[in-house]
């Protein structure tokens, strides 16, 4: 779970208000979960014995302005219920407060990232899980409501020419990085024009290895039985094309993978989501094309949140990350307005 480089904000102001919408008098023991770039901030904590988690948002946290200006509830409490009903294993919710800029939530456990660091032997197994959990969310969320949060957000061209700049301001202006825009803007051009022609569906936008968590099924089942995978950090979902989530949790810059677990998984995906053979080696097209705008955008991030927030520590994944940009730009070899690129991503990978 994402918390911001900030001080931490009134511990003494939380505890009374946990006291105040559990009816406990305390104290409860606030101890903060570390890592991630979001303005929202986490606590563990527990509740009469039960372990759950205080998320503190920010009023100008985007998803939550978002909401303010059209006077609808938080994207998370919209999604997360959304969610629920499609099957997905989300937290529970214990309280909310908007007002005070607070919610309690279940605590689902270690995410997939953290619990690999102990037992990674289960790798496989838990991301063969992960595709076809999502391959079955899209299929139950094929049809959303129509009043849905998800149906007002898209990546759309604006949004996928924004993050593509992003990369452009933050990866190499900012960094002072020697490399031609030219060549960049026809790669930005031709990703826009490809992308935007996708079909759209739900996606979660940030599916990955720290915001899966290996957990239990409601209601808590026997000791023996087979953990599930919770979704969290789901605020921003929005319209998306299918491969997107998949870029996201197979293209991961916190867990790197050999090509051919790659292409197992997403042969997985394909034999859960019921693909022909033709529509496979679509969706390897479509992958490596989101892989080079969503990783690029990444890289651009890791550098916002260090100059922006004072925040360094994501820093190291750069080079790996546009390392795997030019793995996908090897496989878009035919694709002239991309092979371009290349030189200004390894100018900006050996910055």
Not at 109 to 134: F, I, M, N, Q, S
Not at 153 to 160: I, Q, T
Request: glycine content about 6%; charged content about 25%.
């Amino acid at each position: 779970m994402p918390v911001s480089a900030e001080p931490p904000p009134d511990l003494e102001r939380i505890g009374a208000w946990l006291a105040r919408v559990t009816k406990r008098p305390g104290p409860f023991p606030l101890a903060l979960i570390p890592g991630g770039a979001s303005p929202r901030r986490f606590y563990r904590t527990e509740v009469g014995g039960v372990r759950a988690v205080v998320m503190l948002v920010p009023p100008d946290t985007g998803d939550v302005a978002f909401a303010r200006e059209r006077g609808r509830r938080w994207p998370f409490l919209e999604v997360r219920e959304l969610l629920a009903r499609s099957g997905v294993r989300v937290p529970s919710l214990l309280a909310e407060s908007v007002a005070d800029e607070l919610l309690l939530v279940e605590d689902l456990g270690d995410t997939l990232a953290t619990y690999l660091e102990h037992r990674p032997g289960e790798r496989e197994p838990l991301y063969r899980l992960a595709v076809r959990d999502l391959a079955r969310a899209q299929a139950a969320l094929g049809v959303l409501p129509e009043d849905s949060v998800v149906r007002l957000r898209a990546f759309d061209a604006a949004l996928f020419r924004s993050e593509l700049e992003h990369f452009w301001e933050w990866g190499v202006a900012a960094r002072a990085v020697s490399a031609p825009h030219a060549p960049f803007e026809r790669a930005r051009d031709y990703l826009v024009n490809e992308l935007t022609t996708l079909p759209r569906g739900f996606t979660h936008r940030d599916y990955q290895s720290r915001n899966l968590v290996v957990t239990t099924p409601l209601p808590s089942p026997p000791a023996e039985s087979e953990p599930v995978l919770g979704w969290i950090d789901f605020q921003d979902a929005l319209l998306g094309p299918r491969a997107y989530d998949l870029v996201a949790l197979l293209c991961d810059s916190y867990q790197p993978f050999e090509r051919a677990f790659v292409e197992a998984r997403l042969d997985d995906y394909a034999a859960a989501s019921g693909l022909t053979v033709l529509e496979r080696r679509e969706l390897g097209r479509e992958f490596d094309l989101l892989t080079v705008q969503r990783k690029l955008k990444d890289a651009g991030r890791f550098v916002f949140i260090e100059k922006k927030r004072g925040d360094p520590s994501f820093l190291p994944f750069i080079r790996p990350t546009l390392a795997i940009v030019l793995d996908a730009l090897a496989r878009l070899h035919a694709v002239p307005e991309l092979q371009a690129l290349e030189p200004v991503v390894k100018a900006a990978r050996d910055a």
